[in-house]
């Protein structure tokens, strides 16, 4: 026990050396310092009071939150889409850092991919937190105080995105051909992102305010990472795997699963909660923001696929109608 601890406090001395600290003034403030407490670490009285509503509905209290989870789930999934992209960082047993991996494994990029998988999964089934877990009068009063703000408004999921797939993918479906035969700039595409249809005026065509927020807060962020993406996104590392890797059917499928958990899945359950809460007989309302979400959810009218070339022709085709058959029709 005691040659244990002798050898962790050389390995101590050493480490804080590199650094030219001296180990000594560390070990006081150990002895200084209180207990870790979980209300600490987790910072869970200041979580606590990030839930401001905005007006007396009850049932708003629930939309923040689960908003704010759905939040944290993207920051997870950015979380490893960092590390793929980045190759992962590898921390010898004595707990010095490597630096970022040459070589990007098999085994890590089908774990990580297979964790993002995992939050979507989590966030898609309890979706029915909103589908059915609020009061539809509710909704349809305390929204009209959340204008023009609107989950469209989601950076982190953007950032998903252009983590995901080469950019050309995220452009509009009408012009996406018409710019994969010819070489063009990031900023160029993003003229023509597909969410632009998604927040237009319903009466007018014009971008909303909700739009016009977003970009100028986002804009310039989006490029950067767009550029930065445009050789190492999640496409791109599986291209530089080897070619038998290529063909290994466990991360063809595991990219596959991403696509639908993300292009399918996740919008389609939006669309389920829209239908619900926006569609009244023959008038269907405006979400908040204004954003025209009857175009802009259904997978098959984006026709948005991170992975084209791992997909047939009639699966491209066929794109989200499987979901729609199994939940709505179903039903």
Not at 73 to 82: Q, R, T, V
């Amino acid at each position: 026990m005691k040659n244990n601890i002798e050898k962790k406090i050389k390995l101590l001395e050493d480490k804080y050396a590199q650094m030219g600290q001296d180990l000594n003034g560390y070990l006081d403030g150990l002895l200084l310092s209180n207990y870790l407490t979980y209300w600490d670490y987790t910072q869970l009285e200041t979580l606590l009071t990030l839930q401001n509503p905005k007006t007396d509905f009850p049932d708003e209290v629930i939309f923040i939150i689960y908003h704010q989870i759905t939040e944290l789930y993207f920051k997870l999934s950015i979380h490893e889409l960092d590390q793929i992209c980045n190759n992962g960082l590898k921390i010898l047993p004595n707990g010095k850092n490597e630096g970022w991996n040459k070589k990007l494994e098999v085994p890590f990029f089908i774990e990580r991919i297979n964790r993002i998988n995992r939050y979507f999964e989590v966030l898609t089934k309890s979706f029915e937190i909103m589908i059915d877990g609020m009061e539809k009068e509710q909704f349809l009063r305390y929204r009209m105080a959340l204008l023009p703000a609107s989950g469209f408004q989601s950076a982190q999921y953007r950032m998903i995105e252009m983590y995901c797939t080469d950019f050309i993918n995220l452009v509009d479906k009408e012009v996406r051909a018409k710019f994969k035969i010819k070489k063009t700039s990031i900023e160029e595409l993003f003229n023509h992102i597909y969410w632009n249809k998604g927040a237009t005026e319903l009466s007018t065509g014009k971008k909303t305010l909700t739009l016009e927020q977003f970009e100028k807060k986002y804009f310039k962020k989006f490029i950067a990472l767009a550029n930065e993406n445009k050789t190492k996104n999640i496409w791109q590392k599986y291209l530089s795997l080897s070619k038998t890797d290529q063909k290994n059917i466990k991360v063809i499928n595991t990219l596959k699963q991403l696509d639908i958990n993300i292009n399918i899945n996740w919008p389609l359950v939006h669309y389920k909660s829209a239908v619900r809460y926006l569609q009244q007989n023959t008038e269907d309302i405006s979400a908040t923001g204004g954003t025209n979400w009857q175009r802009y959810l259904p997978p098959r009218f984006q026709k948005r696929i991170f992975y084209p070339q791992l997909w047939s022709n009639q699966e491209i085709e066929d794109w989200g109608k499987g979901w729609v058959e199994n939940n709505v029709f179903k039903h």
